[in-house]
């Protein structure tokens, strides 16, 4: 597990940009409370069970990103880039995802109560029965595709 401590957002980015561009891609269950991550490209990185709660991360890349039990509660996450990942157990309630792409996303047991998902691109994401959605979201309108729990992960 990577720990990056610091109260400094700079210190915090540049640190993960490093450590990602130097090949690391692993970062497990790392602590990035409030992070400031705006317009990082992070494709492919393995954020399962990462605390990222609050955290700003408006146009981030995460495409292919595995998200799986992440807290991403209250998170900025507009206009982000989620296509192909996997959000399966992730906590999003009050999440922001709107202009978010989520194509092809997997959103099985996902939390995304009370999510701002207002022109959000859900095409192909996979939810089932346990994924939670706001009150009055269709995932079918969505374009999104229900899965039997015999599929997951």
Request: glycine share 8%; charged share 20%.
């Amino acid at each position: 597990m990577i720990s990056i401590d610091s109260k400094s957002d700079r210190f915090v980015r540049d640190t993960l940009l490093n450590l990602y561009e130097g090949g690391q891609r692993d970062f497990q269950q790392i602590n990035l409370l409030g992070a400031n991550l705006v317009r990082l490209s992070l494709k492919r990185v393995n954020f399962m069970k990462a605390i990222l709660r609050g955290g700003n991360l408006q146009n981030i890349d995460l495409e292919f990103a595995d998200l799986s039990g992440a807290n991403l509660e209250q998170a900025l996450l507009q206009k982000s880039i989620l296509d192909g990942a996997n959000l399966w157990l992730a906590n999003l309630s009050r999440a922001n995802l709107s202009g978010a792409s989520l194509r092809d996303a997997m959103l099985v047991g996902a939390n995304l109560k009370r999510a701002c998902l207002k022109d959000a691109d859900m095409v192909g994401a996979c939810y089932d029965a346990t994924t939670q959605f706001p009150q009055g979201f269709n995932p079918e309108a969505a374009g999104m595709q229900k899965v039997e729990p015999a599929w997951m992960p």
